[in-house]
């Protein structure tokens, strides 16, 4: 079954117990609430929440399994831009357990620095595997650049 979605965020603290995030969720809280978080202890528990340990991350950079790989990427990628964003562009599309949106990347409130695409695929309600693709700009590194 495929469908799409846009809307407001749905984290782990909100489903009642038991309850899994669909992967458009899992899409959403991994940029508006995962990728932005700045402390590492937090962003690891939110992992814990919505990722398998085993997960796979691949992007242009190489690969990385595990929460705690994933989660020391992203620490990196914040300290050097700390104050950018994410937003999906579009709809966010779904088939059975992947779900594939694009997204840009930058200061709040200006043109986006960089965008990709990313690719994630679900199971059990928690993120097994994501994509990025970089598909135009560059990512700096730093936010002074």
Not at 15 to 28: I, Q
Request: hydrophobic content about 35%; proline content about 6%.
């Amino acid at each position: 079954m495929a469908g799409k979605l846009k809307g407001e965020i749905v984290t782990p603290a909100m489903r009642n117990e038991g309850e899994k995030m669909t992967v458009a969720e899992l899409m959403h809280y991994n940029f508006d609430k995962i990728f932005i978080e700045l402390d590492p202890g937090k962003r690891e528990a939110m992992m814990r929440n919505a990722y398998t340990e085993d997960c796979v991350w691949i992007h242009p950079g190489g690969r990385l399994v595990g929460i705690a790989a994933v989660n020391e990427a992203a620490s990196e990628i914040r300290k050097h831009i700390p104050e950018y964003r994410y937003a999906v562009v579009g709809d966010i599309h779904t088939m059975h357990n992947v779900g594939i949106c694009r997204w840009g990347s930058g200061l709040p409130g200006q043109p986006f620095r960089y965008t990709g695409t990313d690719v994630l695929e679900e199971r059990d309600g928690r993120v097994a595997v994501f994509y990025t693709f970089i598909d135009s700009g560059t990512p700096p590194v730093s936010s002074t650049e």
